[in-house]
């Protein structure tokens, strides 16, 4: 059966049909055309009782911004959820959440039902969400105009684990962040499992401007590429996000958000 994603929202356009919509293209449209997946955007507003179909209101207590009420949006959830049988895992796309790890994709990508809330505007009364308890995610720290590109972010990142929705079964496993076993550096030690960055990769011409591919892989030794990938991942990581093999950044300094990698000034 396909994993079914609904997904709430006051911009249902942004996931439709016909338009030239993220998830339309590529890998996730492929795999929702082989029937691995399937999702449906839903309008929250569709379920206000007020006369002017208003989902959203100004704050108590003043200040900018307006904040969305529990009722269309309990009413909302309700009202998906009982449109299949199967229980829906609730998640509220929120930049005050849990953030998004491949580790939380893999373990969404193995739930039946997903039902993704995209929240607008200053946010969502806090009361509906105590009572809904969705598990709050955040794709990062920067805020977007809504939780809309978010769920697309998440729904993407799930869709392409899904067994069969990619051509090379095997290609999710070496991609940056999926945990891999990195042997014993001794014959008594114990291997390790660690989420790492992927690889440099290459293709042909074998040179451009100049620059060679690594002889290793042309070397035609698949024992010998292995380890190579594998020592450039550790290296990698070691470099750019050393939080990732448990160590502290060996730069003192901070990393400048304008470097191409955000590399601390010196590198
Ligand atoms: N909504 C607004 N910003 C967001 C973020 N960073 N992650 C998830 N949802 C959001």
Not at 77 to 95: G, I, W, Y
Not at 101 to 106: A, Y
Request: one cysteine or more; proline letters at 8%.
């Amino acid at each position: 059966m396909p994993l079914r994603i609904d997904i709430l929202t006051t911009f249902p356009e942004m996931f439709g049909e016909g338009s030239p919509a993220a998830l339309g293209v590529s890998i996730p449209a492929r795999a929702r055309g082989a029937g691995l997946v399937e999702w449906h955007a839903t309008d929250i507003r569709a379920y206000t009782t007020n006369k002017h179909q208003k989902t959203d209101d100004r704050p108590f207590g003043g200040g900018p911004g307006m904040v969305m009420m529990c009722q269309p949006v309990w009413d909302a959830v309700h009202a998906v959820e009982a449109m299949d049988t199967r229980s829906a895992t609730r998640v509220l796309l929120t930049p005050q959440g849990r953030p998004l790890t491949q580790e939380v994709v893999e373990s969404l990508a193995a739930r039946p039902r997903l039902l993704l809330i995209a929240g607008h505007y200053e946010g969502i009364d806090e009361r509906v969400i105590q009572k809904l308890e969705p598990l709050e995610i955040s794709i990062g720290d920067y805020v977007l105009s809504g939780g809309e590109l978010a769920a697309m972010v998440l729904m993407d990142a799930v869709i392409r684990l899904l067994p069969g929705a990619l051509g090379d079964e095997d290609s999710c496993k070496s991609d940056s962040f999926s945990s891999v076993t990195i042997p014993p550096a001794t014959k008594r030690g114990v291997a390790t499992q660690r989420r790492l960055l992927d690889c440099p990769h290459y293709t042909k011409p074998r040179e451009w401007m100049g620059m060679e591919v690594p002889e290793v892989l042309l070397s035609g030794d698949h024992a010998r590429v292995a380890a190579w990938r594998l020592e450039r991942m550790i290296e990698r990581t070691r470099e750019r996000r050393p939080d990732l093999l448990g160590e502290a950044s060996s730069g003192g300094s901070k990393p400048d958000p304008g470097s191409p990698r955000g590399a601390a000034e010196g590198d």
